[in-house]
C-alpha cells in the first residue's frame, strides 16, 4: 500500500492530511491502515480520558488505583511509539527528546 503524509496533534486527537493552525505537532508517513490502528488508539486514549473526568468527582477514588487513568496511560505511550515508527526524523527525534518510551524507541 501507497503511504500518505499525515499531521497528528495528540492533545486534540487530530489526523489530518491538511497541515493546518496547530495540526502538526507530529508528522507520520502511513498507509491506510496504519493510520486506521492509530485512530483506533487515540479513540481508545480518548475515551479512557472521558473515564478519568467522571474519576476526578468521585474522591473515594484515588488517582493510582484508577484503571480509566492507565488504559489512558497505556495507550497514550502506545500511540507516541506508533507515532515514532511511523514518523518523518524530526518527529522521531522530538519524540525520542521527551522520554516518553524509555529505551523502546532507539
Same mark, same amino acid.
Given at each position: $500500500?501507497?503511504? +500518505?503524509?499525515? *499531521? =497528528?496533534? =495528540?492533545?486534540? @486527537?487530530?489526523? +489530518?492530511q491538511e497541515k493546518y493552525d496547530n495540526n502538526d505537532d507530529f508528522v507520520v508517513h502511513a498507509t491506510e491502515t496504519e493510520i486506521g490502528e492509530l485512530r483506533r488508539i487515540i479513540n481508545h $486514549? /480518548?475515551?479512557?480520558?472521558i473515564g478519568t473526568f467522571f474519576r476526578a468527582h468521585v474522591p473515594i477514588v484515588e488517582y493510582h488505583n484508577d484503571s +480509566?487513568?492507565?488504559? *489512558?496511560?497505556?495507550?497514550?505511550?502506545?500511540?507516541? /511509539?506508533?507515532?515514532h515508527d511511523l514518523g518523518d526524523e524530526k518527529t /522521531?527525534?522530538?519524540?525520542?527528546?521527551? @522520554?516518553i518510551l524509555g529505551n523502546n524507541s532507539m
Amino acid at each position: $500500500m501507497e503511504k +500518505s503524509r499525515y *499531521y =497528528i496533534n =495528540i492533545g486534540t @486527537g487530530e489526523i +489530518s492530511q491538511e497541515k493546518y493552525d496547530n495540526n502538526d505537532d507530529f508528522v507520520v508517513h502511513a498507509t491506510e491502515t496504519e493510520i486506521g490502528e492509530l485512530r483506533r488508539i487515540i479513540n481508545h $486514549m /480518548q475515551s479512557a480520558d472521558i473515564g478519568t473526568f467522571f474519576r476526578a468527582h468521585v474522591p473515594i477514588v484515588e488517582y493510582h488505583n484508577d484503571s +480509566s487513568n492507565d488504559a *489512558y496511560d497505556e495507550n497514550l505511550i502506545v500511540a507516541f /511509539q506508533m507515532i515514532h515508527d511511523l514518523g518523518d526524523e524530526k518527529t /522521531q527525534k522530538h519524540i525520542e527528546s521527551m @522520554g516518553i518510551l524509555g529505551n523502546n524507541s532507539m
